[in-house]
C-alpha cells in the first residue's frame, strides 16, 4: 500500500497558507501541502506520514505553545517551524522550549524561508544553524527595547513587561525613557503607533 508524505501549514490567515502552500508545491514533490485553520484540525491521512508542520504563533483562541508541545509528542520525528509575525525573542524562546525545531519571521524574505524549510524536508539541517533574524532593522533601538514596546503593544503595564521579560520595573520605566528620547515621542500610544508604523509589531 502507498505511503502518502505530507506537509501541513496551520494558520488562520488563509492568504498566508496559500501563498505557502504555493512555494512549497514548487519544490516539495512527492508532498501533499495541506492547510489547516486550527491545530484541532491538523490530522493525516490513512498512511501519511508528516514531513513538516509549520505554524504560526497568535491564532485567535490558541494557546500555541501548549499546541507546540502537544503536536511534538505525538509527532516527534516530525520538525515543527514556527513563523510569526512576532519580533519577541520571548516568544521565540517559549516556542523553541515547548519543541518547536525553529522560529521564523513572517517578514524574512520567502526565498531565505523557503530555503530553510526545504533543508527540514530534507532533513538537512537542525534549524539553530539556519536562523533568521527577527528584527533586521530596529531604527537605532536595541533588541531589549523592541522586546519591550512589543510587550507594551500587547497593553501590559511596566510591572506585567518586568515579569515577563525578567527584570525590574525600573528597568523597563528606564528602557521606555531611552525609547521615547530615541523615537521622538512622549506617550507609550505614540511609541506604539510609530513600531506598528515600522514593522516591528
Not at 537542525?126 to 533588541?143: A, I, K, N, S, Y
Amino acid at each position: 500500500m502507498p505511503v502518502y508524505r505530507e506537509i501541513w501549514v496551520i494558520d488562520d490567515h488563509q492568504l498566508f497558507s496559500a501563498g505557502m502552500k504555493r512555494l512549497l508545491e514548487s519544490v516539495a514533490e512527492h508532498h501533499q501541502i495541506k492547510c489547516f485553520n486550527h491545530p484541532k484540525d491538523a490530522t493525516p491521512e490513512a498512511r501519511a506520514i508528516v514531513s513538516l508542520i509549520i505554524m504560526d504563533l497568535y491564532i485567535p483562541g490558541v494557546d500555541t505553545v501548549t499546541w507546540i508541545g502537544e503536536l511534538v509528542t505525538v509527532y516527534p520525528a516530525t520538525p515543527l517551524v514556527v513563523i510569526s509575525s512576532s519580533t519577541s525573542m520571548t516568544d521565540k524562546e517559549n516556542c523553541i522550549k515547548a519543541g518547536a525545531a525553529a522560529y521564523y519571521p513572517k517578514h524574512a524574505p520567502p526565498e531565505q524561508t523557503l530555503e530553510r524549510l526545504v533543508r527540514f524536508i530534507e532533513r538537512k539541517t537542525c534549524g539553530e544553524d539556519f536562523e533568521l533574524d527577527l528584527v533586521p532593522c530596529r531604527h537605532d533601538l536595541t533588541v531589549r527595547q523592541v522586546e519591550i514596546l512589543i510587550q507594551v503593544a500587547r497593553g501590559h503595564s511596566n510591572k506585567k513587561v518586568a515579569k515577563l521579560l525578567n527584570v525590574s520595573p525600573e528597568t523597563v520605566k528606564s528602557h521606555l525613557a531611552a525609547i521615547y528620547k530615541i523615537i521622538l515621542c512622549v506617550t507609550r500610544d505614540e511609541a506604539v503607533e510609530w513600531a506598528r508604523a515600522k514593522g516591528l509589531l
